[in-house]
């Protein structure tokens, strides 16, 4: 089992870069697929980004490819988030998520494990 907290989020301006970071209990944080995923209000939680346990592989959204980064410190239990060049609908609350198993990294209902999310605003 693993627990997830997130952190980083905030208020920013269009154009402004963030970084979030997704720390984790537990000693086999290296075996976790881990992914971002995010849910603006009154939409669907949709996928953000996804990272295997190696971070050999990662994957992307196309709405953010280009801009967001995934990365993985299996060392310090996290994994981070970089967002460069925000856009307004980039704006939701972030949540991280882990599996051990997934196999279509895109969907959310593949991860077991959630963190409580945090909130990212990028104003225009």
């Known amino acids: 089992q693993v627990q997830l907290v997130e952190s980083g989020g905030g208020l920013v301006q269009a154009g402004d870069s963030l970084r979030l970071s997704c720390a984790a209990s537990g000693r086999t944080f290296s075996r976790y697929v881990l992914g971002w995923f995010r849910q603006a209000p009154g939409k669907e939680r949709e996928f953000v980004a996804a990272?295997?346990?190696?971070?050999?592989?990662?994957y992307y959204a196309n709405s953010v490819k280009g801009r967001f980064t995934i990365s993985r410190d299996n060392a310090k239990n996290t994994v981070y988030l970089q967002m460069n060049s925000l856009k307004p609908e980039d704006t939701a609350v972030y949540y991280c998520?882990?599996?051990?198993?997934?196999?279509?990294?895109?969907?959310?209902?593949?991860?077991?494990?959630w963190g409580q999310g945090t909130q990212v605003t990028v104003s225009s």
């Open positions: 990272i295997t346990s190696t971070g050999a592989r990662t």
């Open positions: 998520a882990a599996d051990l198993v997934a196999s279509i990294y895109g969907r959310a209902s593949e991860y077991d494990y």
